[in-house]
């Protein structure tokens, strides 16, 4: 019997559109062959298996539940606003915003030719590949200034993304940044493959960003945890931060985060 690698099946029996979305929903737990999970998309199957897709992902990518976790746990509402998505990637955050209702989405990114069509031909999203934001000014955003602005970045510190979104952004802005440990810890915190699994150090991570946060005049209003988790299994962190000329760095956020960090690793390991 020949075989054929999982994604590229799903695609030739029309059971999804492209490998792309194959490899996301195959990743995301959604395909079975009877009732056995099939989670590597690179697997080879016996071409003649029964398949089945237990669900189309509702985004472009699993990074939609990323913030709409966010939107939901931290009450905050996205609606009417124009949007910055700071690595936008595939789109999975802009895709979630758009259909909470966004009117615009500036979507920005480094790389070239990953966002998805879906949201490339939308008249909604302004598409800005091959940008680095540290250099962006005010007037690069044209069409009107982000009241609302998402951060899934890798690679870089939210140390150095969120000066500059300090400098373009609305008054009364609303934040929703990923913090990702692996790229904002010492390097001798960090384990094999680029993996933290020491709470310790999430813990350390986090109270260092918010005093940064805090330090640059801005608030951080909510911390929870990705309902997901990054590369290699990293456990991520979701936060709500607020622009404004005049803010209340005095919350207790700082007290809540050993009980964050503990009820990531309970849910995600």
């Not at 609302?148 to 140390?159: H, N, Q, R, Y």
């Not at 960090?190 to 640059?216: A, M, P, Q, T």
Request: net charge negative; charged share 30%.
């Amino acid at each position: 019997m020949s075989k054929e690698r999982l994604d590229v099946l799903l695609v030739k029996r029309n059971l999804i559109d492209t490998r792309e979305k194959a490899k996301r929903l195959i990743m995301a737990g959604q395909v079975f062959s009877e009732n056995e999970r099939l989670d590597k998309p690179g697997v080879k199957v016996d071409e003649s298996i029964p398949l089945t897709v237990k669900g189309q992902l509702p985004y472009v990518s699993r990074g939609g539940f990323k913030l709409e976790k966010a939107l939901q746990t931290f009450d905050v509402s996205v609606e009417n606003k124009i949007m910055v998505d700071i690595g936008s990637s595939t789109g999975g955050f802009t895709d979630c915003a758009l259909q909470n209702g966004a009117n615009l989405v500036y979507a920005i990114d480094v790389g070239y030719n990953q966002l998805d069509w879906k949201l490339r031909s939308d008249d909604r999203v302004i598409v800005r590949e091959r940008t680095n934001f540290r250099h962006v000014e005010q007037s690069f955003f044209d069409k009107g200034l982000p009241s609302f602005a998402t951060i899934d970045v890798s690679f870089i510190s939210l140390k150095i993304i969120l000066p500059v979104l300090k400098t373009i952004a609305q008054n009364g802005t609303d934040v929703i940044a990923l913090i990702k440990p692996q790229f904002e810890a010492e390097r001798e915190q960090v384990g094999k493959k680029g993996v933290i699994k020491d709470k310790k150090v999430h813990v350390e991570v986090l109270e260092k960003i918010i005093s940064f946060v805090e330090n640059e005049g801005m608030m951080c209003k909510n911390l929870s945890f990705s309902p997901i988790t990054g590369g290699e299994g990293n456990i991520e962190f979701l936060a709500h931060l607020y622009i404004d000329e005049i803010v209340d760095i005095s919350t207790p956020i700082m007290d809540k985060i050993p009980d964050i960090v503990k009820e990531a690793h309970d849910t995600l390991k």
